[in-house]
Protein backbone atom coordinates (compact mmCIF):
# COMPACT_ATOMS: atom_id res chain seq x y z
CA UNK A 1 0.00 0.00 0.00
CA UNK A 2 0.74 3.81 -0.60
CA UNK A 3 1.48 5.50 2.43
CA UNK A 4 1.30 9.12 2.64
CA UNK A 5 2.45 10.59 5.25
CA UNK A 6 1.23 14.49 6.18
CA UNK A 7 3.29 16.65 8.34
CA UNK A 8 2.90 18.19 10.99
CA UNK A 9 0.51 16.40 12.39
CA UNK A 10 -1.24 19.29 14.53
CA UNK A 11 0.28 23.46 14.56
CA UNK A 12 -0.48 26.39 15.98
CA UNK A 13 -1.05 29.27 13.77
CA UNK A 14 -2.80 32.89 13.64
CA UNK A 15 -5.24 34.70 11.26
CA UNK A 16 -2.88 35.86 8.37
CA UNK A 17 -0.06 33.64 8.71
CA UNK A 18 1.13 31.57 5.87
CA UNK A 19 0.63 27.79 6.27
CA UNK A 20 2.11 24.90 4.03
CA UNK A 21 1.17 21.49 4.99
CA UNK A 22 3.15 18.67 3.05
CA UNK A 23 2.15 15.17 2.39
CA UNK A 24 4.65 12.91 1.18
CA UNK A 25 3.47 9.50 -0.67
CA UNK A 26 5.97 6.18 -0.20
CA UNK A 27 6.06 5.47 -4.16
CA UNK A 28 5.41 8.20 -6.88
CA UNK A 29 2.04 9.20 -7.45
CA UNK A 30 1.86 11.08 -10.46
CA UNK A 31 -0.70 14.38 -9.86
CA UNK A 32 -3.54 11.67 -8.31
CA UNK A 33 -3.77 13.85 -4.81
CA UNK A 34 -6.63 15.55 -3.62
CA UNK A 35 -6.81 17.80 -0.86
CA UNK A 36 -9.56 17.58 1.59
CA UNK A 37 -11.26 20.31 4.37
CA UNK A 38 -13.22 18.93 7.44
CA UNK A 39 -14.36 21.03 10.41
CA UNK A 40 -15.88 19.09 13.04
CA UNK A 41 -18.68 17.23 12.98
CA UNK A 42 -18.74 18.17 9.22
CA UNK A 43 -18.38 16.70 5.93
CA UNK A 44 -15.13 16.50 4.12
CA UNK A 45 -15.27 19.10 1.59
CA UNK A 46 -13.19 18.81 -1.14
CA UNK A 47 -10.40 21.55 -1.57
CA UNK A 48 -8.03 20.84 -4.35
CA UNK A 49 -7.60 17.96 -7.18
CA UNK A 50 -5.25 16.76 -9.55
CA UNK A 51 -2.99 18.04 -7.08
CA UNK A 52 -3.08 21.72 -8.15
CA UNK A 53 -6.40 22.81 -9.24
CA UNK A 54 -8.87 24.87 -7.29
CA UNK A 55 -11.89 23.42 -6.26
CA UNK A 56 -14.71 25.94 -7.74
CA UNK A 57 -15.77 28.37 -5.10
CA UNK A 58 -13.00 27.82 -2.90
CA UNK A 59 -10.96 30.94 -2.05
CA UNK A 60 -8.03 31.85 -4.04
CA UNK A 61 -5.77 31.37 -1.13
CA UNK A 62 -5.75 27.86 -0.95
CA UNK A 63 -3.83 26.43 -3.18
CA UNK A 64 -1.78 22.82 -3.99
CA UNK A 65 1.69 21.74 -5.46
CA UNK A 66 3.80 19.01 -6.35
CA UNK A 67 4.05 15.75 -8.49
CA UNK A 68 5.29 12.00 -7.56
CA UNK A 69 5.98 11.63 -3.67
CA UNK A 70 5.95 15.50 -2.78
CA UNK A 71 2.67 17.63 -2.16
CA UNK A 72 2.25 20.85 -0.17
CA UNK A 73 -1.36 22.54 0.76
CA UNK A 74 -0.39 26.36 1.27
CA UNK A 75 -3.18 28.81 2.58
CA UNK A 76 -1.47 32.10 1.92
CA UNK A 77 -3.55 34.20 4.42
CA UNK A 78 -4.98 32.21 7.39
CA UNK A 79 -8.97 33.05 8.48
CA UNK A 80 -10.93 32.35 10.94
CA UNK A 81 -12.71 29.88 8.92
CA UNK A 82 -9.74 27.95 7.84
CA UNK A 83 -9.66 26.11 11.19
CA UNK A 84 -9.77 22.61 10.55
CA UNK A 85 -8.24 19.08 9.83
CA UNK A 86 -6.97 19.09 6.42
CA UNK A 87 -6.58 15.58 4.63
CA UNK A 88 -4.29 15.08 1.33
CA UNK A 89 -5.66 11.43 -0.83
CA UNK A 90 -3.52 9.70 -3.00
CA UNK A 91 -5.87 7.69 -6.07
CA UNK A 92 -3.17 6.37 -8.07
CA UNK A 93 -2.84 2.83 -6.79
CA UNK A 94 -5.19 0.42 -4.86
CA UNK A 95 -6.21 0.88 -2.02
CA UNK A 96 -6.40 5.00 -1.98
CA UNK A 97 -4.97 6.08 1.21
CA UNK A 98 -5.53 9.49 2.92
CA UNK A 99 -2.85 10.83 5.06
CA UNK A 100 -3.20 10.77 8.58
CA UNK A 101 -4.61 14.91 8.78
CA UNK A 102 -3.38 17.74 10.27
CA UNK A 103 -5.04 19.66 12.67
CA UNK A 104 -4.36 23.16 12.19
CA UNK A 105 -5.64 25.80 15.54
CA UNK A 106 -5.82 28.65 16.61
CA UNK A 107 -2.86 30.48 18.41
CA UNK B 1 -28.63 21.13 -6.95
CA UNK B 2 -26.31 18.02 -6.67
CA UNK B 3 -27.20 15.92 -3.79
CA UNK B 4 -25.94 12.69 -2.39
CA UNK B 5 -28.78 11.74 0.66
CA UNK B 6 -27.59 9.14 2.83
CA UNK B 7 -29.86 6.82 5.47
CA UNK B 8 -30.38 7.06 8.77
CA UNK B 9 -27.94 6.29 12.02
CA UNK B 10 -27.69 2.62 12.75
CA UNK B 11 -27.16 0.66 15.88
CA UNK B 12 -26.38 -3.53 15.26
CA UNK B 13 -25.00 -5.93 17.57
CA UNK B 14 -21.50 -7.56 17.10
CA UNK B 15 -21.89 -9.96 14.30
CA UNK B 16 -24.66 -8.14 12.14
CA UNK B 17 -24.77 -6.86 8.90
CA UNK B 18 -25.90 -2.95 8.01
CA UNK B 19 -27.24 -1.69 5.11
CA UNK B 20 -26.15 2.38 4.13
CA UNK B 21 -27.81 3.70 0.97
CA UNK B 22 -26.61 7.09 -0.80
CA UNK B 23 -29.66 8.66 -2.91
CA UNK B 24 -27.83 11.19 -5.56
CA UNK B 25 -29.92 13.60 -7.29
CA UNK B 26 -29.27 16.59 -9.66
CA UNK B 27 -26.36 14.89 -12.02
CA UNK B 28 -26.76 11.20 -14.00
CA UNK B 29 -26.20 9.17 -11.75
CA UNK B 30 -24.75 6.26 -14.57
CA UNK B 31 -22.19 8.79 -15.45
CA UNK B 32 -20.14 8.48 -12.09
CA UNK B 33 -19.06 6.23 -9.52
CA UNK B 34 -19.73 6.18 -5.76
CA UNK B 35 -17.15 6.05 -3.70
CA UNK B 36 -17.72 4.93 0.17
CA UNK B 37 -15.35 6.33 3.35
CA UNK B 38 -15.83 5.99 6.67
CA UNK B 39 -14.05 7.38 9.94
CA UNK B 40 -14.09 5.95 13.16
CA UNK B 41 -14.54 8.23 16.10
CA UNK B 42 -11.94 10.84 16.56
CA UNK B 43 -9.72 9.33 13.72
CA UNK B 44 -9.03 10.09 10.28
CA UNK B 45 -10.60 9.18 7.00
CA UNK B 46 -10.51 5.72 5.57
CA UNK B 47 -11.16 4.80 2.06
CA UNK B 48 -13.15 1.67 1.59
CA UNK B 49 -13.79 1.07 -2.34
CA UNK B 50 -15.94 2.77 -4.66
CA UNK B 51 -18.79 0.96 -7.65
CA UNK B 52 -19.68 1.94 -10.99
CA UNK B 53 -23.07 3.24 -11.18
CA UNK B 54 -22.67 2.46 -15.16
CA UNK B 55 -21.84 -0.98 -14.88
CA UNK B 56 -21.41 -2.10 -11.33
CA UNK B 57 -17.56 -2.53 -11.72
CA UNK B 58 -16.27 -2.14 -8.11
CA UNK B 59 -12.84 -2.27 -6.10
CA UNK B 60 -12.55 -3.05 -3.01
CA UNK B 61 -10.07 -2.21 -0.22
CA UNK B 62 -8.61 -5.75 0.74
CA UNK B 63 -8.70 -5.23 4.43
CA UNK B 64 -12.59 -4.86 4.03
CA UNK B 65 -13.10 -7.06 0.57
CA UNK B 66 -14.17 -10.17 2.77
CA UNK B 67 -17.13 -8.48 4.76
CA UNK B 68 -18.09 -5.49 2.21
CA UNK B 69 -20.36 -5.16 -0.78
CA UNK B 70 -21.77 -2.41 -2.79
CA UNK B 71 -24.15 -2.09 -5.16
CA UNK B 72 -26.39 0.28 -7.08
CA UNK B 73 -29.99 0.45 -7.79
CA UNK B 74 -30.13 2.57 -11.37
CA UNK B 75 -33.84 2.51 -11.21
CA UNK B 76 -33.82 5.05 -7.95
CA UNK B 77 -30.37 6.13 -8.70
CA UNK B 78 -29.53 4.63 -5.42
CA UNK B 79 -26.18 3.01 -4.13
CA UNK B 80 -25.75 0.93 -1.20
CA UNK B 81 -22.93 -0.56 1.07
CA UNK B 82 -23.29 -3.08 2.96
CA UNK B 83 -20.95 -4.48 5.65
CA UNK B 84 -21.56 -8.18 7.28
CA UNK B 85 -20.13 -9.35 10.54
CA UNK B 86 -19.53 -5.99 12.03
CA UNK B 87 -16.81 -5.81 14.88
CA UNK B 88 -16.67 -3.11 17.38
CA UNK B 89 -14.15 -1.37 15.08
CA UNK B 90 -16.49 -0.81 12.15
CA UNK B 91 -18.29 2.10 14.55
CA UNK B 92 -17.94 4.80 12.32
CA UNK B 93 -19.46 7.77 10.55
CA UNK B 94 -20.07 6.25 6.95
CA UNK B 95 -19.92 8.52 3.71
CA UNK B 96 -20.50 8.39 0.00
CA UNK B 97 -19.38 10.48 -2.51
CA UNK B 98 -19.56 10.80 -6.46
CA UNK B 99 -16.47 9.83 -8.20
CA UNK B 100 -14.84 8.92 -10.85
CA UNK B 101 -11.61 7.43 -12.38
CA UNK B 102 -11.92 9.09 -15.65
CA UNK B 103 -11.98 12.68 -14.91
CA UNK B 104 -9.95 14.29 -11.94
CA UNK B 105 -12.45 17.20 -12.16
CA UNK B 106 -15.49 15.37 -10.71
CA UNK B 107 -13.32 12.94 -8.50
CA UNK B 108 -15.20 12.72 -4.82
CA UNK B 109 -16.54 16.18 -5.58
CA UNK B 110 -19.44 15.87 -3.76
CA UNK B 111 -20.36 14.05 -0.19
CA UNK B 112 -22.88 12.73 1.19
CA UNK B 113 -23.87 13.87 4.94
CA UNK B 114 -22.73 10.72 6.70
CA UNK B 115 -24.44 7.98 8.39
CA UNK B 116 -23.22 6.80 11.68
CA UNK B 117 -22.88 3.01 12.47
CA UNK B 118 -22.58 2.08 16.21
CA UNK B 119 -21.43 -1.44 16.55
CA UNK B 120 -22.46 -2.75 20.11
CA UNK B 121 -23.53 -5.47 22.11
Known amino acids: DIQMTQSPSAMSASVGDRVTITCRAS??????LAWFQQKPGKVPKRLIY???NLQSGVPSRFSGSGSGTEFTLTISSLQPEDFATYYC?????????FGQGTKVEIK | QIQLVQSGAEVEKPGASVKVSCKAS????????ISWVRQAPGQGLEWMGW????????HYAQKLQDRLIMTTDTSTNTAYMELRSLRSDDTAVYYC??????????????WGKGTSVTVSS
Open chain 2, 97 to 110: ARSTTADFYYFMDV
Open chain 2, 26 to 33: GYTFTSYD
Open chain 2, 51 to 58: ISAYNGNR
Open chain 1, 27 to 32: QGISNY
Open chain 1, 50 to 52: ASS
Open chain 1, 89 to 97: LQHNRYPWT
